[in-house]
């Protein structure tokens, strides 16, 4: 009977956990969410693909963008929301360094980038951060990997942080 009240009490009382509560629902619409919408953006140089997923109230907005003017720039990214309120927010991109003055051989020309953002609500989150530099000549792909090796850096985010991500899915979807 203690058994039967005791496991009652744990299925009521709320989790405090709310990254393991986001990252499981997270995974349950990774495999259950259903494709609502496919589109492909061509401008110039600039080519990529959105696609919305929605399983129930929650939404996967997933936008890859190659980027082939002077460099091969590429983002990628996926972005959970609930009922119109942002939870997650998972990017990979290549950005280049600009320098002022004369580049040399031993500055990175670009840094790859991974950000894995969840939020608790629009003022409150966290991210998971790192990168890694790229030298002219590197194996792009072979760098890749060599960032799944690296530990994640930590960070707290603030309400500034939620509404970058919320106007840039705003302004993804317009297009």
């Known amino acids: 009977m203690k058994l039967l009240i005791l496991s009652i009490l744990f299925v009521l009382i709320p989790s405090d956990d709310w990254l393991a509560d986001i990252k499981n629902n997270i995974a349950k619409v990774d495999a259950e969410a259903k494709m609502i919408k496919e589109k492909t953006i061509v401008n110039g140089h600039f080519s990529g693909t959105m696609t919305k997923s929605k399983l129930k109230n929650n939404r996967l907005i997933t936008f890859i963008v190659n980027d082939t003017t002077s ?5 990628s990214s996926k972005v959970y929301s609930y009922r119109q309120r942002i939870y997650a927010d998972f990017t990979q991109m290549m950005v280049p360094h600009i320098y002022k003055g004369r580049h040399t051989i031993d500055l990175p020309i670009a840094a790859i980038i991974e950000k894995n953002s969840y939020y608790k609500n629009e003022n409150k989150g966290i991210t ?19 960032l799944k090796k690296l530990d994640f850096e930590q960070k707290q985010l603030n309400g500034d942080d939620y509404d970058n991500v919320k106007l840039f899915v705003k302004t993804i979807t317009k297009f």
């Open 71 to 75: 460099f091969n720039n590429e983002l």
């Open 128 to 146: 998971f951060y790192r990168e890694i530099d790229v030298y002219k000549g590197d194996n792009i792909d072979s760098l890749k990997q060599e």
